[in-house]
């Protein structure tokens, strides 16, 4: 199981990330090199190569810790 990030406010902007899904039934999609670009306590945005079928999947930090669930994409 992943690990969850307790976090007590936002994630600071160039906070590396990963995500890990299916997409669309596909074999698991890891994309790592993404970061933070801005964030809240409650939401963020991230530059993560995500598509049609990720939302669900997670976000992960350097140390693999789970941060986020992505919910949906920018057009």
């Known amino acids: 199981p992943a690990t969850v ?7 600071p ?3 590396p990330l990963t995500l890990i ?4 039934g596909i074999p698991m999609k890891i994309a790592s090199g993404g970061e933070v670009l801005s ?7 991230a530059s993560l190569d995500a598509f049609s079928g990720n939302s669900g999947s997670g976000v992960f930090d ?4 789970l941060v986020a669930i992505l ?5």
């Open 13 to 15: 902007v160039g906070t």
């Open 39 to 45: 964030s809240t306590s409650e939401t963020l945005r």
């Open 5 to 11: 990030r307790a976090l007590s406010g936002a994630l």
């Open 21 to 24: 899904g299916h997409p669309n």
């Open 71 to 75: 919910d949906s994409g920018a057009d």
């Open 62 to 65: 350097d140390d693999a810790a």
